[in-house]
C-alpha cells in the first residue's frame, strides 16, 4: 500500500479495478482521498482498514476506474446556453433525420411558448446533406407549422434559415440587397428570399432574435461543465473572447456551481480580450487555482473548414479560385507570439490549412529563437488532422510544438472535408501513429459542444478503431493503441495543461478526480469505448456525477 500518513480519509473506493494511468501501468483495487487529493492507494482491505466514522465508502462492485478525462479545446462558455436554451435539431445529438422532423421539435416548443415569440432553434453543419430530404428547411415549411411564432434556425456557423414572420421581424424581403460577405437566397422564379441565409447575411435576423443575458450565460456554463461529468470529463480547456464568461466562471466557483475544472484560453486577436491587457497586468499561465485558472491564449490564423475558410496553399477541390482566409497576417502574427511567449503566456494557435500550420511554424521558431525558453508548451491547435509532412513534424519537435488534433472533425463530417479538400490532401488524415513515432506530443481536444458533443470516449474510441460517423475505417494504419489514445485526454492531457504533477493519473498526491466506467475499455472491442457508460464522476474527492 501506498499512502501518506494522515487522519482518517474523506472517501474511500474500494473493489475496483482501478487502473492508475501510472508509468508502470499499475492497477489497484482501492484509493482514499482526503482534502480532494488521493492520499493512499492500494488493496481494499487495506484502504478499508483506513476509514473513520465519517469517511464515506463507495463500493466500486469491481468497476473499472480511471483518472478524470480532460478535452483541450472547447468552446463551452460560449455555446453552453445555447445547449440549455435552444431548440435541438442536430443529427449529431438527437434522431433529427428529416424537415418534418426538425418542425415536429419546433412546433413542440411552439405549444408552450406564447403566440409571437422567438423560437430559436440549432441544427447541425452541412445536415442538408444527410437530411432525408437532401435540402435545409425553407421558410414555408416552417411557417406551416409555426403561423404565430418567429422561427430561426441555424445550421453550423454559415447558414440560418428563417420563417415568414422571422424574415419580416428582420426586414427581410426581395428587395433587400445582400449585404457585404453574405447572401439572401431567393426563389428563381418569384425572386422572394426563400428563408436561407448565408454568411454575415445571417446577422440580419440576429440582430432581431433575442439574446441570452448574463443570468443565462452562467446557469448555460453549468449545464455545459454537468454535461462533460456525463461523460468522465473533469477538466476542459474553454476559448473565451470576452469578460463575460471569465466573471461567470469567477463567479460560479465562488458560489460553489462549477463542478468540473477549467482551464480558460482568453483569445486575443479578433476578440474583446487584448493581448497587451493581460500582459500589462502581468498574468502568467497558471494563475488561478485547481479549479480555474489561466491556460495561455488563444489566436486564430485561418478560418473554419466547414465554410472552406481554413486556409490552404492549393485551393478547394469543388471551388478552384478558393484558398481560404488569413485572418492575421504573418508580422501581427509574430508580434503577438513573441511578446506573449516573452510574457510567460502559452500560446495556443488556431491553424486548420497548411499555410496557416506554417505560418504558426514561422511564429514560434521565431519566438522561440529570440527569446529561448525551456517548457514553454506553446500549441497549434487543430494540427496533426492533415498535412503532417515530415518537415513540419520536425519542426514541431525541434522547438517543442504541441499538436491539438480534433478526430471528432474527422468521425463527423470527415466525408464532407473528403469533398472539399480533396483524397490527396488527406491521404494521411489524422496520423497519430506517425506523429508519435516521430515523437510530436499530442492531445485531443474537440471543438465541442455545438456541433458535436464534449465526449473524449467517442475520440478515443475514433482514434483506436479509426471507425468514423459516415460508415469508412478511415486511414486504419494510424491506428493507436487504447492506452494511447486515453494518453490523449489524461496524462498528455495533463501535461499540456501544465499539470502533470496535479492530474492524469490516479496517484498518491494527485488530486482525486476519477471517472467510473461499466467496462473496462482496455477489454472490449475498440469501437464500442464511444457507447462506454460513465456511472460516476469524481473532481477533487467528491461525487460530481452519479448515473
Ligand atoms: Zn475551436
Redesign the pocket.
Known sequence: MKSRHLPHPDLVLFNGKIRTFAADGSTCEALACAGGRIVATGTSDDIRRLAGPDTQSVDLKGRTTIPGLTDT?V?LSEKGTAEMELVDCRDFYTGVHSISDIVERLARRAAESPKGSWIVAHGSPMQDFRLQDKRFPNSHDLDRALPDHLVSVSFGAHITIGNTLALAAAKITRDTPDPAGGHITRDPQTGEPTGELHERAQLILKKVAPDFNYLQLKDGIVFALNQCLERGVTTVHD?VRYAEPVRAYQELYKEGRMHARVSILPRVIESMIESKSLIELGLITGFGNDWLRIGGVKMSIDGGITGRNACFYDPYEDDEHNHGIIRIQQDELDETVRKCHEAGLRCCV?AIGDRAFDMALDAYENAVQKSPRKDHRHRI?HMGNWLSTQERMDRMVRSGIIAIPNIAIGYYVGDAILDCVGEKRLTKAFPFRTLLKNGVIIAGGS?SPGYWPVDPLRDIAACVSRKMRWGDVWVPEERISVSEAFAMHTTTAAYVGFEENDKGTLEVGKLADIAVLAEDPFEIQPERIKDLKVEMTLVGGEVKYQA
Do not use: R, S, T, W
Open positions: 479545446h468552446h476559448i488556431h491547435e471543438d
